[in-house]
């Protein structure tokens, strides 16, 4: 079955740029029909879209996050990342890597504080 991990720094100061890449087993991220997206839950909030990639290559951006956003894949390792430019204690979150069409496949999630 298909299995995503988180990783990365769990602490970033602010103005930094944050950085969590996902890995994939038991999947290929080229295989249709599927997409790959970031979503994260502030604390006591709900959770946000934050961008997608699609198992074609193709790149979705939230419009609010957009400007800071960047995300791409490296095939060879199967893995996709996330980078969050400009980063402010508003970020700080539980961030996932989902798998979704059809049934969704959630990481376990990782999190991330922004602090000084």
């Known amino acids: 079955q298909v299995q995503l991990q988180e990783s990365g720094p769990g602490l970033v100061k602010p103005s930094q740029t944050l950085s969590l890449t996902c890995t994939v087993s038991?999947?290929?991220?080229?295989?249709?029909?599927?997409?790959w997206i970031w979503i994260r839950q502030p604390p006591g909030e709900g959770l946000e879209w934050m961008g997608a990639?699609?198992?074609?290559?193709?790149?979705y951006y939230s419009p609010s996050l957009k400007s800071r956003t960047s995300i791409f894949r490296d095939t060879s390792k199967n893995q996709f990342t996330l980078q969050l430019s400009s980063v402010t204690p508003e970020d700080t979150a539980v961030y996932y890597c989902?798998?979704?069409?059809?049934?969704?496949?959630w990481g376990q999630g990782t999190q991330v504080t922004v602090s000084s």
């Open positions: 990639i699609v198992y074609s290559g193709s790149i």
């Open positions: 989902v798998r979704a069409s059809g049934a969704w496949v």
């Open positions: 038991g999947g290929s991220i080229t295989t249709g029909p599927y997409y």
